[in-house]
């Protein structure tokens, strides 16, 4: 089955400065990637998604790129605001319903 | 448009015993799945209907179970509690049949003691 691994594990940074999350994937038949957010106690939300036809997707300070050929894909946010802390899971799915594989997260802390 | 709602949010078991959760979808998703959510673990699939059809297992033991009804509300079930199934369970619909955005409900936290 599909492997999704995440990386960092933690990240701190300053306000103002820009994080990148990276994951990559394994089997070349998963075609749609999202990133969800998630603060202490709250549910997962969506907050971008890319499919495989398409190599970057922007969404104001968010944006994420994928690269087909070496399986992966980064979330990088741009001028990062204290909100930004929480727990950021990479996803990735194929065309066989909706079964999601997740990476293991990354705990993002922007620090005033 | 309601998101989706799970009950219960908050619950504490007994080890053997067994426990039911409950998904509502949100209006129109025919597409529900679970996910068991750990610190060491993460985000596990555990399964996934649509149209009261089971399409999808992760690995998981059969002490996990679960079930759609024909409004779209599914239910899991978890037989023979053990400590280890200490957890938040999430439950997510999606509009489309596959390939599309899940959205999640807010889980109920599972204690077994």
């Known amino acids: 089955g599909e492997n999704v691994e995440q990386h960092p594990s933690t990240l701190s940074v300053q306000e103002g400065d820009s994080a990148v999350i990276k994951c990559t994937y394994s089997d070349s038949a998963s075609n749609y990637f999202p990133w969800y957010k998630q603060e202490l106690g709250k549910r997962p939300q969506l907050i971008i998604d890319i499919r495989s036809n398409v190599g970057e997707k922007k969404d104001q300070r968010i944006a994420v790129t994928l690269n087909k050929t070496a399986k992966h894909f980064s979330l990088h946010i741009t001028e990062t605001q204290p909100e930004d802390s929480a727990v950021y899971f990479c996803a990735a799915s194929q065309n066989t319903g909706n079964q999601f594989y997740f990476g293991t997260g990354t705990s993002l802390t922007v620090i005033p | 448009k309601a998101g989706v709602t799970q009950t219960p949010r908050y619950l504490i078991k007994t080890r053997g015993q067994q426990v039911t959760l409950s998904c509502s979808p949100i209006?129109?998703?025919?597409?529900v799945s679970w996910y068991q959510q750990t610190p060491g673990q993460g985000l596990q699939f555990l399964f996934e209907y649509f149209s009261e059809t089971q399409r999808n297992k992760g690995n998981f033991p059969g002490r996990f179970s679960g079930r759609q009804f024909s409004n779209s509300r599914s239910e899991m079930n978890v037989s023979t509690l053990e400590l280890g199934d200490s957890a938040l369970y999430l439950c997510?619909?999606?509009?489309?049949?596959?390939?599309?955005?899940?959205?999640f409900g807010e889980g109920s936290w599972l204690t077994v003691v």
């Open positions: 997510a619909s999606s509009a489309a049949s596959s390939g599309n955005t899940i959205y």
């Open positions: 209006s129109g998703h025919r597409s």
